[in-house]
């Protein structure tokens, strides 16, 4: 039997290799669920310029037509863009422009909905925060009247 050190020596070999091991799969682990974050960087809605046009008696900024969308308060949507758009050129701040139609965006459309009702004089829209089937026609009229 041929002996190449000590039994101490050996397991104490055998123990640091081991480690290193483990070392490496940790950190080759830990990389790997870390390198998405890292990489990531920080989360920051993209604001979005506003073009408008008008056609007829109605205003556009370019990004929906449409007139019964109700844009989302979790996601981006072109429905969005243009309400926070219509919303700012007609005097009430959504805040960013970033086609999430969250709580300034709501708050906004409130107040606009309120100021159509007070001129006009009569209840014409829900000051719901919603710009739904009834208030894209007033919000694109709005604009388009510089009442």
């Given amino acids: 039997m041929i002996s190449t050190g000590s039994p101490h020596k050996r397991n104490e070999t055998t123990l640091r290799r081991n480690i290193a091991m483990a070392l490496t799969a940790a950190t080759l682990i830990a990389g790997t669920i870390a390198a998405p974050a890292a990489f990531a960087g920080p989360a920051?809605?993209?604001?979005?310029?506003?073009?408008?046009?008008?056609?007829?008696?109605?205003?556009?900024?370019?990004?929906?037509?449409?007139?019964?969308?109700?844009?989302?308060?979790?996601?981006?949507?072109?429905?969005?863009?243009?309400?926070?758009?219509?919303?700012?050129?007609?005097?009430?701040?959504?805040?960013?422009?970033?086609?999430?139609?969250?709580?300034?965006?709501?708050?906004?459309?409130?107040?606009?909905?309120?100021?159509?009702?007070?001129?006009?004089?009569?209840?014409?829209?829900?000051?719901?925060?919603i710009v739904g089937s009834e208030t894209w026609p007033e919000l694109r009229y709005y604009i388009g009247a510089h009442w």
């Fill in 44 to 129: 920051v809605a993209q604001a979005y310029t506003c073009h408008y046009s008008e056609s007829g008696l109605y205003t556009y900024a370019g990004y929906y037509r449409g007139m019964t969308v109700v844009p989302s308060s979790t996601g981006v949507s072109n429905a969005g863009i243009e309400a926070q758009c219509l919303l700012r050129e007609a005097g009430f701040s959504p805040g960013t422009i970033d086609g999430v139609f969250g709580v300034k965006s709501k708050a906004a459309a409130r107040a606009f909905q309120a100021h159509v009702n007070d001129r006009v004089g009569s209840h014409v829209l829900d000051v719901d925060g």
